[in-house]
């Protein structure tokens, strides 16, 4: 089956500090890659997804790159803000035509003021 | 919030009870999900439903079980509880295939 690898576990940044956390996945047939974010407390809220047919996707100050080649997706957030603070988690789907997800074990992201 | 309900959102219970947990979505999706989070390992699938009466496990099925009799409730179901299972589990409704998942807002189950 899939398995998602996610890293740094924790990062703190300072306010303003550019944020980037990488994930790896294993299963190359894998063709969708989203990320969430999820608050003390809060459910999981889906922030930005990339598909494999493209290598780049921006929202404002988030980003998605995508290496199908590395087997390897990495979010970026630029100008970090207080509010950026939380538990952010990657996932792939197992296989093209899956509909399940499999979820990395999330990176706790502290942004200092 | 992709009209998702779960119930009870806060449970206390004893090793051995029966627990059931219910999801209840308003927007006919047809793919429904199940996860629990714990500290350290993130979410992972316990059952998933791609249609009513269509039910599969996923990679921590073990000691539950699931019902989907209607398409807007996904039954969750804890027959024996151990204390292994006290977690937050987590309802989620799939789109656009099902790869796009949208969460409910979660149960706090404690198994004393």
Redesign the interface.
Known sequence: GENVEQHPSTLSVQEGDSAVIKCTYSDSASNYFPWYKQELGKRPQLIIDIRSNVGEKKDQRIAVTLNKTAKHFSLHITETQPEDSAVYFCAANPGAGSYQLTFGKGTKLSVIP | DAGITQSPRHKVTETGTPVTLRCHQTENHR?M?WYRQDP??????IH?S?GVKDTDK??VSDGYSVSRSKTEDFLLTLESATSSQTSVY?CAI?VA??????????TRLTVL
């Open positions: 793919y999900y350290g390992h993130g979410l992972r699938l998933y791609y996923g990679e987590f799939g295939g099902g790869n796009e998942q949208f969460f409910g807002p979660g």
